[in-house]
């Protein structure tokens, strides 16, 4: 029966002799292979990256280590990235004030299902099939509306709006509602 040579990878080990006499050779195989493994792993620290200093066999052994040691890699969020964050909460909740306002003191769903065409908010209530329309896309705004007068950082932002409101820089107010569409999706 034949067998297939398999390519060998890595480097080769020396084999000692117990002999008195081959004591300086397997010394001189032992510093070869220790001189190879050495040059190797400077090699690969190369490519990685990693600046040859004091704490480079650290770094190595780390940067190692987080390819195969679950406990060691940096921890990801599991699930879909959050679209409704304080920040977004609480410009929601001041521009559902902000539309009763202009529309006389209507409801909240009023002022929510007209922002709900607008943007940024328009873009919160998109669904894979495409976006919510009418009644759900409404209903999404007063859910998150609710949740909004829940957390403090809608104060801060209601506060926020106060000042733009009297320094007449409004626009300006305008411009970081639409530009949290773009924050969001980086």
Same mark, same amino acid.
């Given at each position: #029966?034949? =067998?297939?040579?398999?390519?060998?990878?890595?480097? =080769?080990?020396?084999?000692?002799?117990?002999?008195?006499?081959?004591?300086?050779?397997?010394?001189?195989?032992?510093?070869? &292979?220790?001189?190879?493994?050495?040059?190797?792993?400077?090699?690969?620290?190369?490519?990685?990256?990693?600046?040859? @200093?004091?704490?480079?066999? &650290?770094?190595?052994?780390?940067?190692?280590?987080?390819?195969?040691?679950?406990?060691?890699? @940096?921890?990801?969020?599991?699930?879909?990235?959050?679209?409704?964050?304080?920040?977004?909460?609480?410009?929601?909740?001041?521009?559902?004030?902000?539309?009763?306002?202009?529309?006389?003191?209507?409801?909240?769903?009023?002022?929510?299902?007209?922002?709900?065409?607008? #943007?940024?908010?328009?873009?919160?209530?998109?669904?894979?099939?495409?976006?919510? #329309?009418?009644?759900?896309?409404?209903?999404?705004?007063?859910?998150?509306?609710?949740?909004?007068?829940?957390?403090? =950082?809608?104060?801060?932002?209601? #506060?926020?709006?106060?000042?733009? @409101?009297?320094?007449?820089?409004?626009?300006?107010?305008?411009?970081?509602?639409?530009?949290?569409?773009?924050?969001?999706?980086?």
């Amino acid at each position: #029966m034949a =067998f297939k040579k398999s390519a060998t990878r890595g480097i =080769f080990k020396p084999s000692f002799s117990l002999l008195p006499s081959h004591l300086a050779q397997n010394r001189a195989d032992l510093e070869i &292979y220790w001189a190879e493994q050495w040059k190797r792993m400077n090699a690969l620290g190369d490519s990685l990256g990693i600046p040859d @200093d004091n704490t480079r066999w &650290y770094a190595l052994a780390l940067h190692l280590a987080q390819r195969h040691v679950p406990e060691l890699k @940096d921890a990801k969020p599991i699930g879909a990235p959050k679209k409704w964050g304080d920040y977004e909460l609480g410009v929601l909740a001041v521009e559902i004030e902000r539309e009763q306002e202009r529309q006389g003191g209507v409801t909240i769903e009023c002022a929510a299902s007209a922002l709900a065409s607008r #943007m940024p908010w328009s873009s919160f209530l998109q669904v894979k099939g495409g976006t919510y #329309m009418g009644p759900d896309a409404t209903a999404a705004l007063v859910r998150q509306y609710a949740n909004a007068r829940r957390i403090k =950082f809608t104060k801060v932002c209601r #506060m926020a709006f106060k000042y733009h @409101d009297a320094t007449g820089s409004i626009e300006e107010w305008e411009n970081e509602v639409l530009a949290i569409d773009q924050q969001r999706r980086k």
